[in-house]
């Protein structure tokens, strides 16, 4: 299910999103770390132009089809089909811990392993706010040593 009015109330979870969406791509920038975001295809209407200031490529293709052209993996929201993608490949996956909230905690130990998780949380403001050191230090300290596909953590 795509992330749309159904699954989410839109009033809340779409400025959210687009906040810390917005925060991660500055961070990059600041780190100057070249960024590609991948547009999901129900909300290429709502966000025509709004990166550009942010991401250095925005993608429109299918994840899979792209896959191969980023060395690592930013996601603000695990609740998507590209998240369960990328956790097959070797590449680096990057997360906020404050998402393990809404995971079942039996599979926190087993993502922990799989991903670099950035100390966040939410504030009263309710933007999540994340751990800036920590994530500048796993992004530019050898963040491929940490890729260990899914497959192998499970078998």
Known sequence: CPLSEIRYNIYSYW????????????FLKRQKITSIIKLHPDRLEDSDQLYGNYFDSIMIEKFENIINQ????????????TFG???MTDKPIFIFDSLFDYI???????????????????????KLIFDEEKFEYYLLNNPHAQGNSFQDLIL
């Open 85 to 87: 993608v990328s956790l």
């Open 15 to 26: 400025p959210y999103q687009l906040d810390l969406t917005l925060r991660v791509g500055e």
């Open 70 to 81: 980023a060395d690592a993996f930013i996601f603000t929201d695990i609740g998507t089909t």
């Open 104 to 126: 079942p905690p039996e599979r926190h130990s087993l993502l922990r392993k799989r991903c670099y998780v950035i100390p966040s949380k939410i504030n009263s403001e309710s």
